[in-house]
């Protein structure tokens, strides 16, 4: 059995890296041997994350940033490319969420979700793609939602933004396939994190109906998706989306 590390020397910018789902996707791209750019809007959440991967022997560093600011992108990029050398990898995982059915929808609640979700992936994918150009060679992974594909009740800001991610990842791939930059998206389902932890149990009980496999996925069952996407293995596969759903969605 190989104990190479497939990710060995690349540098990874995960946003929103510090916490749940992204902290599982850092925590995975680790293990493989990546370098790790942390970004959060919150700097001592980051740092907090980026402590405890240096305290296991990874190099990684925190970055604050405001996803839905280009300047903040443009600023962070730079800085990693500054203290890394490069960028390999680029994982659009930032994201919020506030439901509301649409009449009762505020525009600022629309507004908000638009500027994290689809304006922070356009934000950070348009800083990366310069230096990838020059290396000739990257990998760029948007964090979607079958909600995305699908469409969901209280949902008409976060779905409208995940559809608008994948489309964004399509179109990425067609213009740099050139230059040797991958942009997949990776669409999860119902997975079980703090945030789902606090659903009715209804609710629950609910997604799984409508599930084949039964039950809900792990940011594990995400990370390690995300990994193949950003792995030698993915060469030849850009512009696709795959679903973390347990067959929610066929």
Do not use: C, H
């Amino acid at each position: 059995m190989s104990l190479e590390k497939r990710l060995e020397g690349k540098v990874a910018i995960v946003t929103g890296g510090a916490r749940g789902i992204g902290k599982a996707i850092s925590t995975r791209l680790a293990a493989e041997g990546a370098k790790l750019a942390i970004v959060d809007i919150m700097l001592d959440v980051a740092e907090a994350t980026a402590s405890e991967f240096r305290a296991s022997g990874v190099e990684a560093k925190a970055y604050a940033a405001n996803v839905a600011k280009f300047e903040d992108a443009e600023k962070t990029v730079a800085a990693v490319v500054a203290d890394f050398g490069r960028v390999d990898i680029l994982v659009n995982n930032a994201g919020i969420t506030k439901d509301n059915l649409m009449l009762r929808m505020t525009e600022q609640e629309w507004d908000a979700v638009i500027a994290v979700n689809l304006k922070g992936t356009y934000n950070f994918t348009k800083a990366v793609v310069r230096p990838m150009m020059k290396q000739r060679a990257g990998k760029i992974v948007n964090i979607a939602s079958v909600v995305g594909r699908m469409g969901n009740v209280g949902q008409a800001n976060y779905s409208a933004s995940k559809a608008g991610v994948i489309a964004l990842a399509k179109t990425t791939a067609k213009e740099f396939a050139s230059r040797n930059i991958q942009a997949n998206a990776v669409a999860p389902g119902y997975i079980i994190t703090d945030m789902t932890a606090k659903l009715p149990q209804e609710a629950r009980d609910a997604f799984l109906t409508v599930i084949p496999a039964k039950r809900g996925g792990t940011p594990v069952d995400v990370a390690n998706a995300v990994y193949f996407l950003v792995s030698p293995d993915s060469d030849y596969i850009t512009g696709q989306v795959i679903n973390v759903d347990g067959g929610m969605l066929m």
